[in-house]
């Protein structure tokens, strides 16, 4: 399953997996390169540029595990052990009927089109909201600006005050969510622990990006389906909804960085 849009622009994509990622360079920033993904599932999301030559092994790896992954996930789902196991018992009592296989080929090409294009949907309203707010805001060299650090919320200094970028983010076991505690009113930031997270182009970025919050909420409420919904600026930060606690490696690394795919 893959779908990707490219808005005017030099930002390409390619992906494996089940992401959405939709890119523009906007006249007036070159370096505000945005990016977006919607995810159809939790599962895998992986970046590549175009540029980049992938070798083929490692396109033969992601198919290979992809695959597995797909089988593994229709046998979990579709109960088939279970039918063949029940069809056992009953199969002196059942008769069979012929489906017309062409009809219900139609049928789940029309169902999964429907599906892609709310996603796609979703997509192009995030993409939007992006382009306004991007269009509405006056950069400032000088911006200060506290923002929800998915890597400090929750978390108090030796003297017990709230960390600063911290402070108190309500997180509650979601069951859509891979029962992750989330916050499904608010999204928050990741930052690598290599970028500063008070540089002026991540406040900007953050300050700007926070018009999405809304659309990201709205995408969820139109479409439950949804799972996570990501927003990459090409600055470093990361814009996750719903908003989480981001767990550091064991050396206290965040190495997530969504300009590069790992
Ligand atoms: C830039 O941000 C600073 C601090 O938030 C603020 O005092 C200042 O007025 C802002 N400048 C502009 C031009 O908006």
New binding site residues.
Partial sequence: MQIATARMSRCSLVNAGNAIKLGRSGPRRRRLMLLMWIMLSGSLCLMVDSQMKIPPETVQQWAVSFGKEMAALSNRYSGAKLLQKKYKDVEGVVKIEEVNGEELVKTFAEEMEEMLGRKMKSVKRLAEAAEDADLGH?Y?E????DYFNSLLINTVDEEGNPTPLGGEFLLEKNEHFNKLPVNTWHSNIQVPTNVYNRDPDILNGVYMSEALNDVFIDNFQKDPTLTWQYFGSATGFFRLYPGIQWIPDENGVVTFDCRNRN
Wanted: proline share 0%; aromatic share 16%.
């Fill in positions: 006056e400032n000088t911006l200060e600006f």
